[in-house]
């Protein structure tokens, strides 16, 4: 079984191409499989009457106790036979209904085949969980079958209710399911159903519970009212789908599981009044509905759901003679109502209508297809001897022996004799709708449908279906030594001197007269109909009008939530995350208590001096007019936390802060150049106050926080450890930097990574429209020697090009890029003061960046003074004298950089240590000395490059391509700022 | 731990004027807010370092105690390098919004306006998408060119046979042939 299962999973993966290949011929491979599958369960027969269940298992998720359990009872058996042999018959079926259709064949093909594996995974598998599982792969896979011609509307929206009303009985089933087998303790479903009356004493109203979440789980699946609507929508599908899922297959799955829990669970307080009074509505409802319409597909949908409705309250009453019955129901419904499914597709199919009223006469031209169809309509009415005849009987003869003394059994029976008028009136309405010659208002005959014949195979499934309706009749004695294996399984000690048998002839009984009764007044009821022409409804809303309804709800929560929520603007965004941090600190620190604050004035005098500074430049920067007021303002407080670090021990923090400001300066001078100084009046400040507000609460609950998180601080540091450290592993004495590069090197690492995605953001802005780096475009069309020999450029018809190296002429420049400048923005003492530092400064940021593991300084901070070196050559020079200086594209450097920390991080990881781990060499080299050398000074390189490739990408974005593109606009006379 | 409540004072000070500046919609303002954070970010690391020491080195004091905790140090050593490189990303923003607008100010998003415009016509698409335009139709074929399967023999009988009553010529009962 479980190898079945794995065929009909992997079958699926080739069809779209097979289909492709040999066309809708694909459909008869495909059935080889539920063939296979249908031999299979045939050949286990004997085990299976015998008591001897088959049943295989694999483990699958032993740490949740699920297993691939598959186990063939006698119910499972019948059930697998249905699933598998209609299954077949489909898909012959199919190959000729799709016969020269292309769209979308291959992938239905597979979703068809993939849903009977489903099915029969569904109902053969003891693992109640992964019943659920299966449980809603049919239902998904339902959803692409309805929705086959997707470009319908009325399809789309078919299976999505569908999908929708299915998935959520599904996972109401699902709680109930956890609910059980957690009670139970396992999720098998034989041990669950060996239990005895679990809903009596203690857990009682879980167990209850439970089941009425399974049974909504059911009922939604089989189509019962309040669900029913789904299905009569579903008609969207294409008939042999119809005919697969909502006649033999998934509405049954609701079904089955009522029939599995009802031997053990017949007797809770919730079960029989719900199953049965829904059925029996249902019943109705649907056979009413049936006699509306006049499109026969529809015909048929209403009845499939009076019909469950009527499986419901039989399979679910839970007795031994209505198991028995209702079993034989089960199968007889499966066979007549897929056969007239199959029918109906016949008929669209030769005809592209399958409306009563277009249809004339087709029974003369195809007696073949409208006699067999008789038989179907025969075995639903329940006429002899059809094994309809055969379960109607048996239904009505243990209802009336039941009804004696149970209240339930009373209402089913009336029930689903007035059910059973309705159904043979819809069912004789269905034969005169779809074969008999009409007459029109005159009384005249109306003209006859002309009838193409369709071939042999197409009428093959639907014939044979139809026929088996016989064959079960005549075998009635066969099938009930079969089913009876089911049904001893609801033991029924009451009244276990009354014991039913499926026979065809029980002579002269009671429910032989009611059952006469009902075909009497069906006809009646048909003629009735027929004469009034009655087409009004029955309720005055359908279920349909709620679920759109709650549809609309929901889209409507939808937009108001969007609405509320998504404001679109950035200030209420960051209000409320400000907000929303202030109330979630707030209450933390109001609701904690027993703080420990130890306070002092301040530590050292630089403190008091520098804190008016800051405060009084925060305050003016954040109200300043000008923008270049404000940016230096901010500068000022920045300068002021150089002083804090330079006094609280803290010199690295001092180098690197003073630097990035000086920067940071410089990179906000770049493009403030570009805009207005003064902030608009557009830009005018909303609510100052509320701000105001907002800021102060961030402010106090912040110095709040510092206060408290101090406080709590009373365990030792774990950084007392790290100047020991820093020397012992990391062979360095700054400790600050052994703890960046070594100690806590992956901080870094996600660093260095921070500030390349910053610097590839901040290129992708400003090169909006090209990523080319120009700034080497700039420069490499010069030849080597203007760089090297520094010859002055002048301006040619191809652009910028050395003055030539005439022999009277060796006049070099200070610098190369000097000529591009505007005259009005050169400065010959710049040029010359760049042009004698620039080298002591890269040589001073290399010695910062070796030194810095013994002494201030460090990867950051040289990288830092080296940017800082091109940024005097870019301010000096312009645009191409920085091409000139920068040793390569920043994109390298940044790459290069993060390249070498990466390495550097996991070489140890080579030699079987933990990435990161640092080597050291020392060695004495003549000349030079001692020598000392640890592996994370190259990761320190790698800091040095990204930082110098973030600078670089800083200047050439914000400077360089800033400049060309105010060129350009100069060039094509728009004023510039 | 023994905090200084001068640089608690200053952080409060710079926490606010910083979310100050960061609800206005002028980028420029927000981006002043987002460095006034920042340094208020580095000076609460800094409050978190206590009573400050002699810088971190070894050898430089006899115990961890006399030193200054290095590992707040060390953490806003990144925060700085970090800030820098969001700053040059918020002035690219900001030079960008410039290029596109002539305008660095953020205007309440569109695309969330058109939302609010719109939940009325949904409405009427929400009705366009539930009504029953072709419910109704009575055919698996709705816009679809199909043809009826035929047995291309039966045909050629039929001319013989016209008034055949059956699914075929060679007369009823058989199956469809």
Known sequence: MLVLLGAFAVLPLALPWLVGRIGARAFLVAALVPVAAFVQAVLVAPDVFAGRTPFETYVWIPQLGLDLSMRMDTLGWVMALIVTGVGALVMVYCRWYFDGKKDGVGQFSAVLLAFAGAMYGLVLTDDIVVLVMFWEITSVLSYLLIGFYHRRGASRRAALQALLVTTLGGLVMFVGVVLLAVHVGTTSMSKILATSEIWRGEGGALVNAAIVMILVGALSKSAIFPFHFWLPGAMAAPTPVSAYLHAAAMVKAGIYLIARFAPTFALAEPWRPIVISLGVFTMLLGGIQALRESDLKRVLAFGTVSQLGMLTAVLGYGSRNTALAGLALLLGHALF???????????????????????????????????????????????????????????????????????????????????????????????????????DAAGQPRPVTAWPDPPLGFLAAPVLLAGLAIVGGIAAPALDAVFAGYADLAADPAHADHVEHLALWHGWEPALFLSLGTIAAGILLFGLVRVTNWHSRVLPFTSADAYNLVLRGIARAAVATTTFTQRGSLPVYVGTIFVVFVAAEATALLSGGDWQIELEGWHTTMQLVVAPIMILAGAVAVRARKRYTGVVLVSVTGLGMVLLFATSGAPDLALTQILVETVTLVAFAL???????????????????????????????????????????????????????A???????????????????????????????????????????????????????????????????VETTDGPRPRAASPDSTRQTWLIGGQRVRPENRSIVLEVIVRILFHTIIVVSIYLLFAGHNLPG???????????????????????????????????????????????????????????TSAFFEAELPLIGHVEFVTSTLFDIGVYLVVIGLVLDVLRSLGAEVDRQAQDLRERGVSVA | ??????????????????????????????????????????????????????????????????????????????????????????????????????????????????????????????????????????TDFVGLDTAPITVLHSRDFDALRDDAPTDSPTGPGEDGR
């Open chain 1, 337 to 439: 109502k897929s056969a007239l499914f199959l029918v109906v597709g016949v008929i669209d199919r030769q005809l592209s209508t399958r409306d009563i009223g277009e249809l004339s006469g087709v029974g003369r031209q195809a007696p073949t297809l409208a006699a067999f169809s008789m038989i179907a309509v025969a075995s639903m009415i329940g006429i002899i001897p059809t094994v309809g005849f055969v379960a109607k009987e048996t239904t009505l003869a243990a209802l009336l022996e039941y009804a004696r003394d149970d209240a339930w059994a009373l209402v089913a029976l009336i029930g689903i004799l007035l059910g059973s008028a309705l159904t043979a009136a819809y069912g004789i309405r269905f034969i005169w709708g779809a074969f008999w010659t009409k007459k």
């Open chain 1, 671 to 725: 493009v403030l150049r570009r805009i207005p100084a003064r902030m608009g009046e557009h830009n005018a400040s909303v609510l100052p106050v509320v701000r105001a507000v907002i800021a102060v609460a961030v402010g106090a609950t912040m110095a709040m926080i510092a206060l408290v998180a101090t406080g709590a601080r009373v365990a030792d540091p774990i950084s007392d450890r790290f100047p020991e450290l």
């Open chain 1, 727 to 793: 020397y012992e592993l990391g062979h360095g004495r700054n400790v600050v930097n052994v703890a960046l590069v070594d100690l806590r090197g992956w901080d870094t690492m996600g660093e260095l990574s921070v500030l390349i995605l910053a610097a590839t953001g901040v290129a992708s802005l400003v090169f909006v429209t090209h990523r080319a780096d120009n700034l080497s475009a700039g420069t490499a069309s010069m030849p080597t020697g203007v760089i090297r020999h520094r010859r002055p450029l």
């Open chain 1, 858 to 916: 460090g990867g950051f901070a040289g990288g830092l003074v080296a940017g800082m070196a091109l940024v005097m050559r870019y301010v000096a020079g312009g645009r191409y004298e920085l091409g000139a200086a920068a040793p390569t594209d920043a994109g390298r450097l940044l790459g290069a950089g993060m390249t070498l920390a990466v390495v550097t991080a996991l070489a140890p990881v080579l030699f079987g240590a933990p990435p990161l």
């Open chain 2, 1 to 138: 731990m023994n905090v200084s409540l001068v640089l608690i004072v200053i952080m409060g000070a710079l926490f606010a004027a910083g979310v100050y500046a960061m609800l206005e919609r002028s980028l420029t303002r927000v981006l002043i807010g987002f460095l006034l954070l920042g340094n208020a970010a580095n000076l609460f690391l800094l409050v978190v370092m206590g009573r400050p020491g002699v810088a971190p080195f070894f050898g430089s004091a006899d115990s961890p105690e006399e030193m200054s905790d290095p590992l707040p140090q060390a953490l806003t050593l990144t925060a700085i390098v970090i800030t820098f490189a969001v700053s040059a990303f918020l002035l690219a923003l900001i030079y960008r919004s410039w290029q596109l607008g002539q305008a660095d100010t953020v205007h309440d998003d569109e695309a969330d306006l058109a939302i609010r415009v719109r939940a009325a016509e949904d409405e009427d698409t929400m009705g366009d998408e539930i009504s029953d335009t072709d419910d109704d139709a009575t």
